[in-house]
């Protein structure tokens, strides 16, 4: 069998016009375009294409974008008085600090700063409480983008076997509360998880999120199970000097086995910056007392 190739960059940018079309009706309500604020701290090359990636997606949804580039050596003190003039800024509906920040900042000080209402990559500890206590929260755009997949492909999730091998506080974590509250029956594997191969075969639903090329291999997959995979990992390529992007999964061999399954790129990535997008909008209709947009 080979897997149906499920198109996050497809489902990204349906995603992206929706909000767009939302993002209109909340400055014709509202007489201003939902905002959001990019911070990004030194000159990582990575980071930089992200960032801007995200300022460019962010004007295409009709959005108003505040980019703010932050030398490398930076104190930590002067980042947190940026952080409190943008939970301060009206035009701000959302802040996203770009991640890793350079070694000399603590970034849990930073990301506590942020106001909640504005946390729009839902890395504070508030909007982490109120996702694994079922309140409105903001969520983390990967794992709300894994979800979006996952639910476009099998509908109900309710019942399902999910295995989620990872536990950060920016996938895993997440990733299994959104899970638990689509009622699947949840597995959190990590690297002291003992006979990984033997826990994935259970999964009805793989999430991968760990961070190592090609890890999880064919043979660990059910026949039929839907395969997420949110790694991005730049390796050697067969080309003298090049590179190319590969996930945490063996792509072509779980591809045999799975009956669906995300590709790298184009599969959670584009979906990652599409929710930014939606949960900035979220935010802004928050902040200004309106309902939240409807289906998205
Ligand atoms: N505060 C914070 N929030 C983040 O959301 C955040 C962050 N920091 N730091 C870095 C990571 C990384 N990240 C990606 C988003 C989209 C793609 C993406 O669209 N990737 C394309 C390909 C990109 C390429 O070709 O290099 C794809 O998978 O198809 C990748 C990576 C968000 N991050």
Redesign the pocket.
């Known amino acids: 069998m080979t897997a149906k190739r499920i198109d996050?960059?497809a489902a990204g940018l349906a995603l992206r016009e929706q909000v767009a079309v939302a993002a209109a009706e909340f400055q014709a309500r509202t007489g201003r375009a939902p905002g959001l604020a990019t911070v990004l701290v030194g000159e990582d090359p990575?980071?930089s294409?992200?960032v801007r990636?995200k300022g460019k997606a962010t004007a295409e949804a009709g959005m108003e974008s505040f980019a703010h580039h932050l030398p490398a050596d930076t104190s930590e003190e002067a980042l947190l008085d940026l952080v409190v003039l943008l939970n301060n800024d009206d035009r701000v509906d959302g802040i996203?600090?770009?991640?890793?920040l350079p070694p000399h900042m603590d970034s849990s000080r930073v990301i506590a700063a942020i106001d909640p209402a504005k946390d729009v990559?839902g890395?504070h500890p508030v909007n982490a409480g109120r996702l694994a206590t079922g309140l409105d929260a903001l969520v983390p755009?990967?794992p709300l983008g894994c979800l979006h997949l996952l639910k476009n492909e099998l509908g109900s999730l309710s019942g399902k076997d999910a295995v989620v091998i990872g536990r950060s506080n920016i996938v895993g974590k997440p990733m299994a509360m959104l899970l638990i509250g689509e009622s699947a029956t949840v597995t959190v594997a990590h690297s002291r998880t003992r006979d990984l191969p033997d826990v994935v075969r259970r999964a009805d639903i793989v999430v991968a999120a760990v961070g190592r090329p090609e890890m999880i291999r064919g043979d660990w997959i059910k026949p039929g199970a839907v395969v997420i995979d949110v790694g991005?990992n730049r390796v050697a390529a067969a080309d003298e000097g090049k590179t190319r992007?590969v996930g945490d999964v063996a792509f072509g061999e779980a591809a045999e086995v799975a009956s669906a399954i995300t590709p790298?790129?184009?599969?959670?990535?584009?979906m990652?910056?599409a929710m930014?997008l939606r949960n900035t909008l979220v935010a802004a209709h928050r902040r200004a007392g309106l309902a939240d947009p409807e289906g998205l």
């Open positions: 996050g960059k990575a980071s294409v992200y990636s996203l600090v770009q991640l890793p990559d890395f755009c990967t991005i992007l790298v790129p184009g599969g959670v990535g584009p990652t910056i930014l």
